[in-house]
């Protein structure tokens, strides 16, 4: 089993800066890729930021040049660092680890957490 748990959501001023961490635990062997998505309230989820191994990311083009996901892997964890926050980040984000355990792949989400940002 492989949990996938967010912290670090809160409120935040437009313009202002949030930091989002990612943390997978469990009988992990590997970690593919690990990414941030967020919905907003009557809207899809949708990407906002994936890092592949090897370094490899993608951005949605409404954070590009704002936000930047990074990862430990020594600690299974991703980060998202918000720079330069819109009123239209506000929404709910969620991690995704993809990977693998001894017993096959795993594909989780984590529960989530609020982003608010005010004008």
């Known amino acids: 089993q492989v949990q996938v748990v967010e912290s670090g959501g809160g409120l935040a001023q437009a313009g202002g800066s949030l930091r989002l961490s990612c943390a997978a635990s469990g009988n992990i062997v590997s970690i593919n890729s690990m990414g941030w998505y967020r919905q907003a309230p009557g809207k899809q989820r949708d990407l906002v930021a994936m890092?592949?191994?090897?370094?490899?990311?993608n951005y949605a083009d409404s954070v590009k040049g704002r936000f930047t996901i990074s990862r430990d892997n020594a600690k299974n964890t991703a980060y998202l660092q918000m720079n330069s926050l819109k009123v239209e980040d506000t929404a709910v984000y969620y991690c995704?680890?993809?990977?693998?355990?001894?017993?096959?792949?795993?594909?989780?989400w984590g529960q989530g957490t609020q982003v608010t940002v005010s004008s």
């Open positions: 995704k680890a993809i990977g693998r355990t001894v017993s096959g792949y795993f594909n989780n």
């Open positions: 890092l592949y191994n090897g370094g490899i990311t």
